[in-house]
């Protein structure tokens, strides 16, 4: 248990459906992060939120829009979403590196993951 | 690119023995961080080290730092079964308020 939770575990849904994911952090941390990890393929980086803020949007298509309406819950709204996006979305969250400065540790804790498949 | 990547890709060995995998990253950074991930799971964080490190040890773990050679290794020793499981390294850039993560190891330890 890493103090990060993300629901639901298992999502099958339709290209037309709309849904939505969520995480939650108990660890009192002020960042937050979306990543989708897909077979063969490095983890990448959707989103990060400091303290609520969106900071980072790496080319996410807007199909996918995120919400974080504290800092202890993060959202994934999902819609129209296409048979490729079909993958394993990972949430985290850490204290944000840039206000801990270079004495913070910065090391991320996950949630167990979302596994969607569209079809 | 900031990201760093693992080799080998994949390692098999017998249980008791020991693995060693390795990050290579082309960016000055601020620490490296090396995550574990059971099939299907979240990561799990196993280890941190600085910039200014060298070594350091976690019981069975034990990571390296060559910041000269941009490279980092993880020891896993007297491995078990349970070891089973992808292994990546992530590093956060100096100037980054973000970790950025390789494709990572996947480890097959048979009992």
């Known amino acids: 248990e890493t103090g990060v939770t993300q629901t639901p575990r298992h999502l099958v849904m339709g290209m037309t459906n709309k849904k939505s994911l969520k995480c939650e952090q108990h660890l009192g941390h002020n960042a937050m992060y979306w990543y989708k990890q897909s077979a063969k393929k490095p983890l990448e980086l959707m989103f990060v939120?400091?303290?609520?803020?969106?900071?980072e949007n790496n080319s996410v298509p807007s199909r996918f829009s995120p919400e974080c309406p504290n800092s202890s819950h993060l959202f994934l709204h999902l819609h129209t979403l296409q048979p490729e996006d079909s993958a394993l979305y990972l949430c985290?969250?850490?204290?944000?590196?840039?206000?801990?400065?270079?004495?913070?540790?910065?090391?991320?804790?996950f949630g167990p993951g979302t596994r969607l498949t569209v079809t | 690119s900031q990201q760093g990547e693992e080799d080998p890709q994949a390692l098999s060995i017998q249980e008791g023995e020991n693995a060693t995998m390795n990050c290579s990253y082309k960016t000055s950074i601020n620490n490296l961080q090396w995550y574990r991930q059971n099939s299907g799971r979240g990561l799990v964080h196993l280890i941190l080290i600085r910039s200014n490190e060298r070594e350091k040890h976690s019981g069975r773990l034990r990571v390296t730092l060559d910041t000269s050679k941009k490279s980092s290794s993880l020891l896993i020793t007297a491995s078990r079964a349970a070891d089973t499981a992808s292994y990546f390294c992530?590093?956060?850039?100096?100037?980054?308020?973000?970790?950025?993560f390789g494709a990572g190891t996947i480890l097959r330890v048979k009992s």
């Open positions: 985290a969250s850490s204290q944000d590196p840039a206000l801990s400065g270079t004495s913070g540790n910065y090391e991320q804790y």
């Open positions: 939120y400091n303290f609520k803020e969106q900071t």
């Open positions: 992530a590093i956060l850039g100096i100037y980054g308020n973000k970790l950025v």
